[in-house]
């Protein structure tokens, strides 16, 4: 079973507990970690408050989630210092293969940063010891995909993508849960809610295994620590298609959203083997 998208959708509020700045930064890192390691396509953050703080979250998440995903080679010319990235060296490194650690080869695939246009195209930043040419005349300043056609005098690429897994990308909305669902392109095959209330995984894995089985998107919703999705959805039964528990018989009194991701896609890994 092979599925092309796992979207994420996160809650601005996730972070109100936590004042200390560091330790917001450290969070926010674990839940960009889990999403590599399991191959998510796209993280929505959402507003699920009125409160003017966790809507400041929603920019501040989906910054440390772009950092965490751009190349460390880009990362000093995309992001300017800010006092809300003061902390980013505690990050984990996602290790993916859009983060590269050898030597640039002949058909590789790079991520660049387009630099300018010139009479031959345009040039790019691909983390090499100097800058690659794409023949084809693209947006400046943009963080774009490429493959190494030619590695020799000069380092010739163009716009391509892999099919192995290659990051993801951020989506931030001050929209509610609901109206942010319906932002995802393509729309999602199957919605599931994940809640201590549903039923536990073990209950229906068949019914879960079924839904995965018939789906190339799925959204999986996590809701806030004061809020869950009944509370943040005004009819969440006519969006949500599976409503499941994936910490059955949890020995905490909460479970914090970080953990939940990480729990979430454990199982949903296994589930989609």
């Not at 809701?223 to 969440?236: A, V």
């Not at 479970?255 to 990480?262: I, M, P, Y």
Request: with cysteine.
């Amino acid at each position: 079973m092979s599925l092309n998208n796992i979207s994420l959708f996160i809650p601005s509020s996730f972070l109100r507990e936590t004042k200390d700045l560091k330790l917001k930064t450290y969070k926010v890192g674990l839940i960009g970690r889990s999403a590599a390691l399991f191959r998510v396509t796209k993280i929505v953050i959402y507003s699920d408050t009125e409160d003017p703080e966790d809507r400041k979250g929603v920019k501040f998440i989906s910054d440390i989630l772009t950092y965490m995903n751009t190349p460390q080679y880009l990362r000093k010319k995309v992001f300017p210092i800010t006092k809300e990235l003061r902390n980013v060296g505690i990050l984990p490194p996602l290790r993916t293969p859009h983060h590269p650690t050898g030597e640039l080869q002949q058909g590789d695939f790079r991520q660049g940063l387009t630099l300018k246009r010139t009479k031959k195209g345009t040039i790019v930043d691909i983390g090499a010891d100097r800058d690659a040419l794409c023949k084809e005349k693209l947006s400046v300043n943009r963080v774009i995909s490429f493959k190494v056609d030619k590695l020799g005098k000069e380092i010739i690429i163009s716009p391509d993508e892999p099919e192995f897994y290659w990051g993801y990308d951020v989506l931030s909305t001050y929209k509610s849960l609901d109206e942010s669902i319906g932002l995802l392109k393509p729309r999602p095959d199957l919605v599931v809610g994940t809640s201590r209330y549903a039923e536990p995984i073990t209950s229906v894995l068949n019914e879960v295994r079924e839904g995965l089985r018939g789906s190339k998107h799925v959204a999986i919703l996590f809701g806030g620590p004061y809020s869950g999705l009944h509370e943040l959805m005004g009819n969440p039964d006519e969006v949500i298609d599976l409503e499941v528990n994936t910490i059955p018989n949890q020995g905490t009194k909460t479970v914090r959203t970080e953990e939940a991701v990480l729990a979430t896609l454990s199982v949903f890994n296994i589930l989609m083997d």
